[in-house]
């Protein structure tokens, strides 16, 4: 007896289905990537103006935050069903809707960030003849990177999972294929795309943290510091509690 495809018999794992749809799931990785990539570079340019606003007081901090975390707190479904009148059913809704998500993450963030740089660095660039604009470009934004890069990392893990509720629309990259696949109970579509999103998460939070590392050389060496004293210090204190002992 001939041994039956892996297709016919819907296993879960099936090769044959990776090698037969190959270009369906490159267009809708590459779909996936596209809609992840432009939501969260958008959702960066909103956020830091929006994060510089709430830095004035609280006047604008509480109607900033409050926004956003509201924004992210509206069902998906209820999200792309307000937007359906301004977008109609296209890519730019999906986008849209992914940046208001990214917005609570990214400006807390960015917020954060700008919080953390000491004061006496304000002051000294102050000092030698800085304005608010050279300030904030030059000083602040550049040692607020960390945690704004730690802000990106989180809203893009987001956005790659929340991209797939975009198939509602047709616009949902690899959710394009997960949600027919488990409305027909077609197995090896369900894993072969999910497992695809979840590879895509994995590489772009790698890269953004190869990114992180390399834009912010003086958090390496704080780290390095810290391990190389951590180590002294256990080593000093070893031969004490031998004495002691």
Sequence with gaps: MAEQSCLVANDWLCWEYVTSRSQELTDATVEHV???AVSVLIGLVVSVPLALLARRGRRWAAPVLGLTTLL??????????????LFGLSATLVVTG????????????VIAGLEAVPEDVREAARGMGYGPARLLWQ?????????????????TVSTVALTTVGSIVGKGGLGNLIAPAVNSSFKAQVLTASVLCVLLALVADLLLLGAQRLLTPWTRGDRTSRTSRGSRTGRSARPASVKGA
């Design 34 to 36: 596209w809609i992840t």
């Design 139 to 155: 000083v602040e934004l550049p040692l607020a990177l960390p945690a704004l890069l730690a802000g990106v990392r989180i809203a």
């Design 72 to 85: 992210y707190t509206i069902p998906s479904l209820a999200m792309f069903s307000l937007l359906l009148p």
């Design 98 to 109: 992914l940046v208001l998500y990214s917005l609570t993450i990214l400006v807390r963030n």
